[in-house]
């Protein structure tokens, strides 16, 4: 599954922007990308239980999650992308 998503992430952000339209969809994916990391790290973030200040604590969970390092990871491919893009010079396919 973790390949997949690479997969997708790669594929999203800017492979294949090297013309005017494959930008503009390559920006389209980034910016999906970016949306979807701030959900996923506004989920993570919502959802977690609240913290125990009592006598009767479990061990220590750490304040990292799963979901936000996916959202971060999510995120930062996105913008990652959207900076390819934007250096990347466009080619003329049209002879």
Do not use: E, H
Request: net charge positive; charged share 10%; hydrophobic share 45%.
């Amino acid at each position: 599954m973790s390949k997949v998503v690479a997969l997708v992430c790669i594929l999203l952000t800017g492979c294949f922007g090297y013309n005017s339209s494959a930008k503009k969809w390559s920006y389209f994916g980034d910016t999906l990308l970016v949306l979807g990391g701030g959900a996923a790290i506004t989920v993570d973030q919502t959802s977690k239980p609240p913290a125990c200040m009592g006598a009767g604590c479990p061990l220590y969970t750490s304040p990292i999650s799963g979901g936000l390092i996916a959202g971060v990871v999510l995120a930062s491919a996105g913008v990652f992308g959207v900076i390819l893009n934007a250096t990347r010079p466009s080619v003329k396919t049209s002879r």
